[in-house]
T-cell receptor, first 113, second 114 residues
Framework: EADIYQTPRYLVIGTGKKITLECSQT?????MYWYQQDPGMELHLIHY???????EKGDLSSESTVSRIRTEHFPLTLESARPSHTSQYLC????????????FGSGTRLTVV | AQSVTQPDIHITVSEGASLELRCNYS??????LFWYVQSPGQGLQLLLK??????LVQGIKGFEAEFKRSQSSFNLRKPSVHWSDAAEYFC????????????FGRGTSLIVHP
């Protein structure tokens, strides 16, 4: 079944550690996105990609980086985690533009202590 | 730039009652409009979308939404709510300017009483 997978689902990590959140999709979608979600707030776009070797920063300033070496894989990396990075991170993909609707992963809930 | 307002942070209904969740948008042209649902601990799932044509849109799980251009609204409705509908609901408006990335509202939390 075509889907989008995020790992890990939950992560508790100490300040200063480097972490990578994984996102993979089996639908062959060119467009992929990372959102940050906090309770009661809008989803904030932090990175997106329109294809292999294409990455862009979103509206929300972020200390994370992304890469897109393969169509199906769009990992997000924090070089040095801080408590302010505590949040839920959602990965999404779309066949055309986001205006045709997203498929979301189940999210990674990150806690930095 | 486009924007979305969901006026209600929480909505409480009894099981079997009807539901209407409000969404108002701001966009200069004919909008792309979406409703997504997020169950606890999950990502968002697309319920329905409007691009053009019939202003009453049918979605999954028995939901529908009506686009009203004069009111800049895209309210979500369901005639009879089930306990499993308890979730967070997000309205979104499609983007322009070349990126075509939607803007999401803050969400409305639906609580269903037995």
């Amino acid at each position: 079944e075509a889907d989008i997978y995020q790992t890990p689902r939950y992560l508790v990590i100490g300040t200063g550690k480097k972490i990578t959140l994984e996102c993979s999709q089996t639908m062959g979608h060119d467009k992929m996105y990372w959102y940050q979600q906090d309770p009661g707030m809008e989803l904030h776009l932090i990175h997106y990609s329109y294809g292999v070797n294409s990455t862009e920063k979103g509206d929300l300033s972020s200390e994370s980086t992304v890469s897109r070496i393969r169509t199906e894989h769009f990992p997000l990396t924090l070089e040095s985690a801080r408590p302010s990075h505590t949040s839920q991170y959602l990965c999404a993909s779309s066949a055309w533009t986001g205006n045709y609707g997203y498929t979301f992963g189940s999210g990674t809930r990150l806690t930095v202590v | 730039a486009q924007s979305v307002t969901q006026p209600d942070i929480h909505i409480t209904v009894s099981e079997g009652a009807s539901l209407e969740l409000r969404c108002n948008y701001s966009y200069g042209a004919t909008p792309y409009l979406f409703w997504y649902v997020q169950s606890p601990g999950q990502g968002l799932q697309l319920l329905l979308k409007y691009f053009s044509g019939d202003t009453l849109v049918q979605g999954i799980k028995g939901f529908e939404a009506e686009f009203k251009r004069s009111q800049s609204s895209f309210n979500l409705r369901k005639p009879s709510v089930h306990w499993s509908d308890a979730a967070e609901y997000f309205c979104a408006v499609g983007g322009g300017g070349g990126s075509y990335i939607p803007t999401f509202g803050r969400g409305t939390s639906l609580i269903v009483h037995p």
